[in-house]
């Protein structure tokens, strides 16, 4: 989150979204009452175009979403020629607005400590011979990946004691989603995840983080 201008005594930030770790915290710190600022489209008055504009809108509801946050209110602000009313803003990366509240303590805080803060993104691979559970973890929560079953029905592998299949499977998955994180935790109970190590391309071997856990799952 880059805070581009700031001004505490006149309850005023512009904010440009860098992440959606960044929407994360702006959905504890927007609140109702606010008003908000920002480049948007709006339907001209005459309803036949829309038309490129900056509105303010005083805050009423927040939707947020993994990539996004809607904030509807009432146009408090805009051009001559667009229709007023209410509007939805979609706050996503890379857009920037502007913010007027009246800031706590806490929530100013929130936001300088969010700006310092560097985003981060972790593939968690859970394996236990057979079974294999994929996580991305960011500072926003959890989000389920895929799920590697060697025993799912309908599903056969050629080698059915030594899982090769599985374990290449397995394997193929962690090494084209290794450039989207910045780790890769391997974690899970006894030696598979050993084995899928040392099948990995060397290059991740300074992503790659070891643990050992008494069961797999979430």
Same mark, same amino acid.
């Given at each position: 989150?880059?805070?581009?201008?700031?001004?505490?005594?006149?309850?005023?930030?512009?904010?440009?979204?860098?992440?959606?770790?960044?929407?994360?915290?702006?959905?504890?710190?927007?609140?109702?009452?606010?008003?908000?600022?920002?480049?948007?489209?709006?339907?001209?008055?005459?309803?036949?175009?829309?038309?490129?504009?900056?509105?303010?809108?005083?805050?009423?509801?927040?939707?947020?979403?993994?990539?996004?946050?809607?904030?509807?209110?009432?146009?408090?602000?805009?051009?001559?020629?667009?229709?007023?009313?209410?509007?939805?803003?979609?706050?996503?990366?890379?857009?920037?607005?502007?913010? !007027?509240? =009246?800031? &706590?303590? $806490?929530?100013?805080?929130?936001?300088?400590? @969010?700006?310092?803060?560097?985003?981060?993104?972790? +593939?968690?691979?859970?394996?236990?011979?057979?079974?294999?559970?994929?996580?991305?973890?960011?500072?926003?929560?959890?989000?389920?990946?895929?799920?590697?079953?060697?025993?799912?029905?309908?599903?056969?592998?050629?080698?059915?004691?030594?899982?090769?299949?599985?374990?290449?499977?397995?394997?193929? !998955?962690? =090494?084209? &989603?290794? $450039?989207?994180?910045?780790?890769?935790?391997? @974690?899970?109970?006894?030696?598979?995840?050993?084995? +899928?190590?040392?099948?990995?391309?060397?290059?991740?071997?300074?992503?790659?983080?070891?643990?050992?856990?008494?069961?797999?799952?979430?």
């Amino acid at each position: 989150m880059k805070l581009l201008k700031k001004n505490r005594e006149e309850n005023f930030v512009e904010i440009e979204v860098e992440n959606t770790d960044d929407l994360w915290h702006l959905k504890e710190i927007i609140q109702q009452g606010d008003s908000v600022r920002m480049k948007t489209q709006r339907t001209k008055l005459d309803g036949r175009e829309k038309k490129t504009c900056t509105l303010k809108l005083e805050v009423e509801k927040m939707e947020y979403q993994e990539d996004r946050l809607r904030v509807t209110g009432e146009i408090s602000k805009g051009a001559e020629d667009i229709e007023l009313g209410y509007h939805t803003f979609n706050i996503e990366t890379g857009k920037r607005f502007k913010l !007027y509240k =009246e800031f &706590t303590d $806490e929530e100013w805080n929130s936001l300088i400590e @969010a700006e310092q803060k560097e985003p981060y993104t972790v +593939l968690f691979c859970l394996v236990q011979k057979g079974e294999a559970d994929f996580y991305l973890v960011e500072e926003s929560g959890i989000k389920d990946l895929s799920k590697m079953d060697h025993n799912i029905p309908g599903k056969l592998y050629d080698d059915q004691d030594s899982g090769a299949d599985f374990y290449q499977e397995a394997r193929k !998955y962690i =090494e084209r &989603t290794a $450039e989207k994180v910045d780790k890769i935790v391997l @974690a899970g109970p006894g030696f598979a995840k050993d084995r +899928l190590e040392n099948m990995l391309s060397d290059s991740l071997s300074g992503k790659i983080m070891m643990q050992d856990t008494s069961v797999a799952g979430k």
